[in-house]
């Protein structure tokens, strides 16, 4: 597959080959969040954002495995290291105490967890951070930095936003504010607070709408006055946030908001913990969305495009006292942290950060020219990009037309739809998509 030509080829979806493979996957896996009846050939050729199913269609996938696959398929600067790689058994490091080199232990040819703890600590020194844990997801991410926050302070009381969404283990669960069939029965941390994320990126303090703010003054704010409010500020453990919301609709903070969220962390001296997961990895055109703003995170939760959990903060957050964090594969899997690695040295030496902005910059400006019929938003930062219809019907709608076309989107909030093309996506391949996407508009119109 010639990736300078390629184009969606679709003849029926989903064909008979992965109709089949979709029934023989349901007859054991437990039900679960399923979008499309689509099944990727791992055998055949893929590459970019070009992919090709079991029944010989070529797609278009947008989505980048919600992110997780951040430079799309067989990206050749990690296929000629890992093709390299002679693989061996055990992959994964059970422990801590297990540490592993490949090669020179100054330079190894094959980077492993080591190696990705230190890249993260570099693109995170701006913070103070120095210190990383890793975990197997996202949500282990965000587990272990409540724990770190709950161990440093002392605290008993967390602070979350409206239409958070941070995971589905338990603790995640409990600060999550978006779907109430995530939380429904289920346990929860108590004492978890929650004050409305920010729904419009070019209010102020006299002009919001979204009830962050009242009559000048934050929520946050009067929660945690002395005089008047309903928390102590000496018992908040953390104050968790997204710095751009995903799954709760792709929510592009104001100024203003960050600029408040920073300024009463520091009065009352709380931890905040920044969840990356989404939009960290260089998929906002900074390497954290948290670089665009006032956010000065004393924790980073990252997974996702860093291909393993990672928990980042500096040695001071982090307790001291052995055991007190620990995990089988604590110290990691050698192929997820090698591609980890290897991920964040393609985003600095291919300039994907710059191609991040440009390319989203071009898809915003396309999606808006087209005048899409019954969109009432096109918004975006770098390659995390949104369109939000009238309805969830019409989006979900939407969506089916574009994968019929071999466009691959996402859903997220009610009636958003969401596209996260790879963070190498050519010109050409951002005017294809959006064509694409415009056409399955139009056609639900």
């Not at 369109?387 to 989006?395: L, P």
């Amino acid at each position: 597959m010639d990736r300078d030509t390629a184009e969606p080829t679709v003849r029926s979806l989903p064909g008979p080959k992965a109709a089949e493979r979709v029934e023989y996957h349901g007859e054991f896996a437990a039900p679960s969040t399923y979008v499309y009846e689509f099944v990727w050939d791992v055998l055949e050729d893929a590459t970019g954002p070009f992919c090709t199913d079991a029944d010989g269609n070529v797609l278009m996938d947008f989505t980048s495995h919600v992110g997780a696959a951040p430079l799309g398929y067989n990206h050749p600067y990690l296929l000629e290291r890992m093709e390299a790689f002679d693989l061996v058994d055990p992959l994964k490091i059970a422990g801590q105490d297990f540490y592993t080199t490949a090669g020179d232990p100054a330079d190894p040819e094959f980077p492993g967890p080591a190696e990705l703890m230190d890249r993260l600590t570099e693109v995170s020194s701006q913070y103070g951070m120095d210190t990383v844990f890793l975990s197997n997801s996202g949500a282990e991410a965000v587990e272990n930095a409540l724990k770190i926050c709950y161990d440093d302070t002392g605290g008993k009381y967390g602070v979350t936003f409206h239409g958070a969404f941070h995971g589905r283990t338990l603790g995640a669960l409990s600060l999550n504010r978006s779907k109430e069939i995530y939380r429904r029965e289920f346990p929860e941390i108590p004492s978890v607070h929650d004050v409305p994320y920010c729904d419009d990126r070019t209010c102020d303090p006299d002009t919001c709408s979204c009830g962050f703010f009242a009559d000048g003054v934050s929520q946050l704010r009067r929660m945690l006055d002395p005089q008047r409010g309903w928390v102590n500020g000496d018992e908040v453990a953390f104050v968790v946030v997204e710095p751009v919301q995903g799954e709760g609709g792709y929510r592009f903070p104001s100024d203003a908001f960050t600029d408040e969220l920073q300024a009463v962390c520091d009065q009352h001296d709380l931890l905040l913990i920044a969840d990356e997961i989404q939009s960290g990895m260089g998929r906002t055109g900074e390497f954290w969305a948290s670089d665009h703003s006032a956010l000065d995170p004393d924790v980073i939760a990252a997974a996702k495009g860093a291909r393993v959990g990672a928990t980042i903060a500096s040695e001071e957050v982090f307790p001291a006292e052995e055991s007190r964090l620990s995990s089988t594969w604590g110290a990691g899997d050698l192929v997820a942290s090698m591609q980890g690695a290897l991920t964040i040295d393609a985003i600095h030496e291919l300039d994907l950060l710059d191609n991040a902005t440009a390319r989203g910059r071009q898809a915003q400006e396309l999606l808006r020219d087209a005048d899409l019929p019954n969109a009432v938003d096109v918004r975006g930062q770098g390659l995390m990009l949104a369109v939000e219809f009238d309805s969830k019907e019409r989006r979900n709608a939407v969506m089916d037309a574009a994968f019929q076309r071999g466009l691959l989107t996402l859903g997220c909030g009610h009636e958003t739809l969401r596209l996260l093309p790879p963070l190498d996506v050519t010109e050409r391949e951002i005017r294809l998509g959006c064509d694409l996407l415009a056409e399955a508009v139009e056609s639900v119109a």
